[in-house]
DNA sequence: TCCTGATATGTTTGCGCTAACAGCCACGGT
DNA sequence: ACCGTGGCTGTTAGCGCAAACATATCAGGA
């Protein structure tokens, strides 16, 4: 057990199971990749020898050989979201069976970030990408273009695509909100949000909102940022302050639904009647909302299905660009008035 | 836009670089790795040349030719419970600086995918791998014992390493806080948790906790097992089963902390005294926690801690097996009567 | 002057595998 | 008998790069 390495031979190559079973080494290739015509005798020995033997394939030499690599590289901006690990599922589940796998990279938001980990992710080789939204530097737009491989830009359809992209339009999102809540009858309304400078999407839905209510003759009469820490928790701090900055506030809009629900639990305990004297919505129709005392108003994202349509095109490599848009509902739950 | 590829050419390699610069493909090879000697000029013209062209080198031939990989496999059960992703960035921030950079396969609790995760990432000849738990197959356990490379099993270590792990004991976390529940005076004693066969680590856990409450001469008065769905839901209903069917009971152990805060939730708005007629602690110490009304009582699992372990370990790939014990701490919150 | 050694660049080779093609054999039709 | 065909296996070449070694160039010392 003090070396990772049982016995003193050297790591095992297709020659070691040719000699162990008697074949050439094309042979054994054929029948570990269960390509091109092999006898059933022969495979049985092929595969009891790199079984014996341990055998796991250099998947680097066989890919530099034969120009293929199964990988799909997903570039996302962060995984402790609750977003993005919903995505993750729908792309495994749909590349499952076209022996493609999804490799993931995380870039926090960062845009330098992000370009070294296209960088990297490129030099594998893989045979599609899925990135996380439409704002992209240069120099990653350029590389993405030229790899001559699919490219899926997922999440938001707001603006050009490099090739492919799959989502819905947060302006649109953030819009449709402000237009139920100004249904509803409420007039004072707040922005409660977070404050990275990147997180394109959570900016255009802002836009979206308060294009609404401009349209509707409001502007928001408050609003509050916070970054890093536990969003549940930043969520009561926000909206504590704005309660006690701006009393007479009688809506809040979350960019996220787990601050939202941070701002819920807030208002509940102090007694604040919800949705009559104050409403509250969110947005992303994450899972953890179903356990809450009261449903927060929220709009689905359509992750999974963003997950599972960017696979399929990447399974399919399709000749033409591709923009698939998404139309989230809007789940009025219990924190908005019933008009 | 119709096609991916912008130009006609075939994708770059070292060669168009050499032409473009008119140096051999060898010294544009250690320009772009920074090895070895090569003159102010010289590298500046290549440099020049591999930005304009927009070359990303192939890791693929790189990695065959040098028989380096600067990957390591990262195989966990899960990427949706908080806990990964914690661990999942102690392990970036410690590769950060190396060279390595993780790959993470989820296993979804499955023996044979991890199976075939272990085998898949394998095959790319990793540096090192990084494998949540002691118990796997016994073909995963040979592939990666004669891998050769560094493997470090992690989160718990009740039982025997294939190389290093790093990690606390789940079965003493369970007694511990047995222990303390019992010196705060409750008797009636629930376990409340997942169902899945295949979480070790929550089993180890409550068997530690009844090995302490026997000790005690008590046993579990109630037990609630769940699968799937939103944990924090499922919190309030396995806590609202348990308190109507077993209405003496006075205290709820979970096995996380997310059903743990839908358990709090749940007995806060029943009015429920907290932690005098019910007392209720979870497992994890997720952050989630801080932005809960009360604090739930729980054990922090060190995940971040644990990720930068391994990574290190596996960065210094040491030559004798080490098995790191981390001591998590009991945060008794505001749910545990105070003694 | 020649030699030494450092610096800078080029050449050869092969990593482990697979595409493409070549060979071999048995069988059946004519 | 001949050829063709299809099933099975082997041979050759090369994917793109980097390790190891070879070569050129030049400064400085003996």
New interface residues.
């Given amino acids: 057990?003090?070396?990772?390495?049982?016995?003193p031979r050297h790591?095992l190559t297709l020659r070691d199971v040719s000699e162990a079973s008697g074949v050439s080494e094309m042979t054994v290739s054929r029948v570990l990749r269960n390509r091109g015509d092999v006898s059933a005798p022969t495979r049985a020995k092929v595969l009891e020898a790199a079984r014996a033997l341990?055998y796991?394939?250099?998947?680097?030499?066989g890919?530099?050989a034969s120009q293929r690599?199964n990988l799909v590289g997903v570039v996302i901006p962060s995984?402790?979201n609750?977003v993005f690990?919903?995505v993750?599922?729908g792309i495994?589940e749909t590349l499952d069976g076209t022996g493609l796998?999804p490799?993931?990279g995380?870039t926090n938001y960062l845009p330098d970030r992000e370009e070294s980990v296209i960088?990297?992710m490129?030099?594998?080789?893989p045979s599609g990408m899925i990135i996380a939204g439409l704002e992209h530097s240069a120099a990653s737009r350029?590389?993405l273009?030229?790899?001559?491989?699919?490219?899926v830009e997922i999440m938001d359809i707001d603006g050009e695509p490099i090739?492919h992209a799959v989502g819905i339009s947060h302006r649109r999102a953030g819009r449709q909100m402000a237009e139920a809540i100004i249904a509803a009858g409420y007039r004072k309304i707040a922005f409660l949000g977070t404050r990275m400078p990147n997180d394109f999407r959570a900016k255009k839905r802002l836009e979206g909102f308060e294009e609404a209510l401009a349209k509707a003759g409001l502007a928001l009469v408050d609003s509050e940022f916070y970054s890093g820490?536990?969003?549940?928790?930043?969520?009561?701090e926000m909206t504590a302050a704005v309660l006690d900055r701006t009393p007479e506030v009688d809506f809040l809009y979350y960019s996220n639904d787990m601050i939202g629900?941070?701002g819920l639990?807030y208002c509940l305990?102090q007694g604040i009647d919800v949705p009559g004297r104050i409403g509250l919505a969110g947005f992303n129709g994450v899972?953890?909302l179903?356990?809450?005392?009261r449903k927060l108003a929220t709009m689905d994202a359509c992750r999974l299905e963003i997950g599972r349509k960017a696979a399929q095109i990447i399974a399919q490599a399709p000749?033409?660009?591709q923009v698939e848009e998404l139309f989230p509902t809007l789940q009025p739950g219990d924190t908005i008035r019933r008009s």
Same sequence: chains 1, 2.
């Fill in positions: 057990m003090t070396k990772p390495t049982p016995d790591t341990g796991v394939p250099n998947k680097i030499a890919a530099l690599v995984l402790s609750m690990p919903e993750m599922t495994s796998q490799v993931v995380v960088y990297e490129l030099s594998w080789r350029a590389m273009a030229r790899a001559g491989i699919p490219i090739n820490g536990s969003a549940l928790l930043k969520g009561r629900a941070g639990l305990a899972e953890l179903d356990g809450l005392p000749a033409t660009s």
